[in-house]
C-alpha cells in the first residue's frame, strides 16, 4: 500500500476493484453513478482519507468510507483494505412472468436451428 496525502478519484476506483479500467471509472463518474460527499465529481477530483462514497453498478449500490489511498491495483483482498463497506444494495431486475427469457423458443415456432437443419438437410438427402 502507498502512503499517499491524495490520489485521483477514477485511479483510486480501479485500483480499489470497483472497476476494470480507470476508463471506465471515468465513465461512471461521467454519468453520475459515483458521488463524493453527496456530490458528483469529476474524474481528476483528490480523493482524501475518510471521504464517502457511494457507488452504483450493473448489478449492485454501494456506499464505502475511504481508508487508505492507494494507486496500484492489487488482488481482492488488498483492494477490500482500502475501504470500509457501509451498505450494499444488490440489483436484481426480474422479468416480467409473461416476458419469454432471452434465447428461448417454442419448438417448431421460428428459424430452424443449426441441428433442425442439419437433421432436415439429412432427412431430404441434400
Known amino acids: 500500500m502507498d502512503d499517499l496525502d491524495k490520489i485521483r478519484l477514477d485511479k483510486w476506483l480501479w485500483a480499489a476493484r470497483f472497476f476494470k479500467t480507470r476508463g471506465l471509472a471515468s465513465e461512471a463518474l461521467k454519468g453520475g453513478k459515483v458521488t463524493l460527499n453527496d456530490a458528483k465529481p469529476k474524474s481528476s477530483k483528490m480523493l482524501n482519507l475518510g471521504d464517502r462514497l457511494a457507488i452504483t453498478q450493473a448489478h449492485r449500490k454501494v456506499e464505502v468510507t475511504v481508508l487508505v489511498l492507494s494507486d496500484?491495483?492489487?488482488?481482492?483482498?488488498?483492494?477490500?483494505?482500502l475501504y470500509c463497506l457501509e451498505s450494499e444494495t444488490l440489483i436484481q431486475n426480474k422479468n416480467p412472468q409473461d416476458q419469454a427469457l432471452a434465447g428461448y423458443r417454442e419448438k417448431g415456432a421460428g428459424r430452424p436451428t443449426k441441428r433442425e437443419r442439419r437433421q432436415l438437410s439429412d432427412w431430404l438427402g441434400s
Not at 496500484?72 to 483494505?81: D, H, P, V
Open 72 to 81: 496500484k491495483r492489487g488482488n481482492a483482498e488488498q483492494a477490500q483494505t
